[in-house]
């Protein structure tokens, strides 16, 4: 018999999001989830699907019917001879890459975040950095959907090919998804270096860094002229022992980080104090591990995030304007601010879609005033044809989003399509997309 918690509030990791839900519904097989949507559609309730929770928005938000896919969890099958691994919708990160690491294999990219279940980190356009690679949704051979009629639909190249590039970024508004093939290589080793630099070097070595290195992220930490580079490039030596560089990273980057959060809550002028001391706290490592073990960051301090995508050439001028902006309206900050590179994609909403891209991530800890901030930030990256990270804050109309993504009609036509009664939608979509829930209709079948 399925799981059900009635009348249980939910939250999401960053305590931004809560609702308490007539029900949530915890089904382990395709059939559970078919029965639950044909129900729905009976009752006329609406469904939000929860993987991880780790958006920062009101995308799960609900007060009808929450659908968690925690039960519904593991690889089906891998195929080491064609390169790809059929994954059911709701295991995490972490665990696709534990399984595939003992057969020598990974996923080509990884955010530094690794918790999320596969089907919400293509759901929201999740991303890592390199400029060889796009999002995880790019690493999508084929989806596996329950539609808004509650029928099963295959998804590809080959089959429904007019959904595809809709629904590898939908925000879990055309169904719900269960199933995933995705890509997977031969798992290299990797170094991974961490360093510090000076601002203006990064400047001029910018283009270079990016284009010499497999993945490359950086770090700036505002008031301060020291910028945090890292590094990960493919090597011939054996990995090395990764507990040390774990503990080091729970240490540094939990534990002292949030005691450094907490005294800045208290007292917000020590923000720009801790920040330097932050700077000045980067050190000079190299690891050497399987790169899956290597990507992902633990995240234990809770914190408010903005998270802008730009083309890539205005990624110079961006920063410029926010270091400015900063000084000059003297933030209570302390969060470093997270840049990074993805390959243009075709997807439909994409925020890299048809474009080399720059992500620009702006934090606030949980706690602090994040408001003004926030806006500011946003406001330049308008100024540099900022799409927002679907899963992090912003104040986007559907006006801008439809000048943004010059597809967002065509995917809201899908979207009608593939559930015409809405019951996927809830009050944050429908102001997002400015659609109205549907009156009561016969369920109707959608056919390939």
Known sequence: MMKTDEGKTWRNWAHTSEST?????????????????????????????????????????TSEWLVSLDELSGIETINEEECYATVLGGTRLFQIGAELGELGYAQENLGDVNVQSIAGAISTGTHGTGLAFGNISTQVLEVVLVTGSGEVLTISEENNPTYFKACLVSLGSLGIIVKVTIKIIPCPIYEYKSRKIAFPQLAQQLEQLIESNRHFEF???????????????????????????????????????????????????????FSRLSAKGVGTSTKRANSYQLFATPRLVRFREMEYCIPLENLKPALKKV???????????????????????????????????????????????????????ESIMQQFDGRPHWAK????????????????????????KLDPERIFMNHYLNELFKVERASHQPRQIVKS
């Open 21 to 61: 839900p007539e029900n949530i519904f915890y089904p382990t097989s395709i059939e559970d989830i078919c029965k639950l949507v044909k129900e729905a559609s009976k009752q006329n309730k609406t469904i939000r699907v929860v993987g991880a929770g780790h958006s920062f928005t009101s995308l799960v938000q």
């Open 323 to 377: 270091r400015e902006c900063i000084v000059t309206k003297k933030y209570n900050v302390h969060f470093p601010i997270e840049c990074r590179t993805v390959k243009a994609d075709d997807i439909w909403i994409s925020p890299s879609y048809q474009r080399d891209s720059a992500y620009i991530a702006f934090h606030m800890y949980k706690g602090m005033p994040y408001e003004e901030y926030f806006h500011d930030m």
């Open 219 to 273: 770090y700036l930490f505002p008031y301060s002229d020291i910028v945090q580079v890292k590094t990960m490039n493919i090597v011939e030596q054996k990995p090395q022992r990764m507990e040390l560089h774990h503990f080091k990273n729970l240490l540094l980057e939990n534990y002292l980080f949030f005691i450094f959060s907490e005294t800045c809550r208290i007292f917000p002028k020590s923000s720009r104090f």
């Open 393 to 416: 804050m912003h104040t986007r109309t559907k006006e801008d989003l439809l000048t943004l993504y010059p597809k967002l009609s065509d995917f809201l036509v899908v979207r009608e």
